[in-house]
């Protein structure tokens, strides 16, 4: 085999594990995005604060009372206190100027973020909890963001429904992609498939070499988009969110076994059709 053939083989190896990697790649992760679709939404909607600002006058037993009636409320998730004086260290940090020192006072509030359960993150149940705190003596506001709150929960079958349709476009979307790709590896040997046939092997003595070979590649594709995949997750999780990996590993694994199953799967049936198609093709029709 020459030099200048085995460079070309190599690199028509290379485009294919590149290209399939690419696509199993994105295919994993938009299978763990729709397993995990109803888990984003939560954790959104859970991140969501209802705001309770204290008066100054507050004592510090009415802080601490209401503080032990969140902590045995079985609605919430968890709550976090901000003193006036550590809102005003955060804010200061962010505008870059000490605003304190320029007011001569500090106008900021002792606040609690209360954060609730995602079934609990409702309109009405949230308006009946902010009229209960606003009842409250020693509450100056309640504030929270109910046009999110609204918008996520008019929206949410929505998302579902839509996530379930681009999934199975995408899924669609990558067999041919891949399909495509095995095909352009294999029309570069069309002639020596028709070859073989003309002189005397059997199809499928023909057929089995390609698809080892695709087999091969597609195995090693997987294991690239997978190895990429987990990196990925993992950067996320480190730099951006806390993703809590350990409780999601069963989606990891589904959609590492997803790119795994569907790779092999196109690989043996795109390459039995391609090498068919070529084997069954008039010696003409090939140049």
Do not use: C, H
């Not at 609690?112 to 705190?133: H, T």
């Not at 059997?202 to 995949?229: E, H, V």
């Not at 043996?268 to 090939?286: A, E, G």
């Amino acid at each position: 085999m020459s030099s200048s053939r085995s460079n070309r083989i190599f690199s028509n190896y290379f485009l294919v594990v590149v290209s399939i990697s690419s696509v199993l790649f994105f295919l994993s992760s938009f299978t763990f995005f729709v397993l995990n679709s109803n888990k984003i939404i939560d954790d959104f909607k859970e991140k969501i604060p209802v705001v309770v600002f204290l008066e100054d006058g507050a004592s510090d037993i009415e802080v601490s009372q209401f503080e032990k009636k969140l902590s045995i409320d079985p609605n919430i998730k968890n709550f976090v206190y901000t003193s006036k004086n550590d809102a005003a260290t955060k804010f200061s940090s962010e505008i870059g100027e000490n605003f304190v020192e320029f007011l001569g006072y500090n106008p900021l509030l002792n606040s609690f973020d209360i954060y609730f359960f995602s079934e609990k993150v409702e309109n009405l149940y949230i308006n009946e909890i902010v009229k209960s705190f606003e009842s409250e003596d020693f509450v100056n506001e309640v504030s929270y963001d109910a046009p999110l709150i609204f918008l996520i929960n008019e929206n949410f079958k929505k998302i579902k429904d839509w996530v379930l349709y681009l999934a199975v476009f995408f899924i669609f979307l990558s067999i041919i992609l891949i399909n495509n790709t095995i095909r352009l590896s294999v029309y570069s040997q069309r002639m020596t498939i028709k070859t073989m046939q003309l002189v005397g092997a059997t199809k499928f003595f023909i057929k089995r070499p390609f698809i080892l070979t695709q087999i091969k590649l597609g195995l090693i594709s997987a294991i690239i988009s997978s190895l990429f995949f987990v990196s990925t997750a993992y950067y996320l999780n480190t730099n951006y969110f806390e993703i809590k990996l350990l409780s999601i590993k069963n989606s990891f694994l589904i959609s590492i076994a997803v790119a795994f199953i569907l790779s092999l799967l196109i690989s043996v049936l795109s390459t039995n059709y391609i090498t068919s198609r070529f084997l069954n093709s008039k010696i003409d029709k090939l140049y």
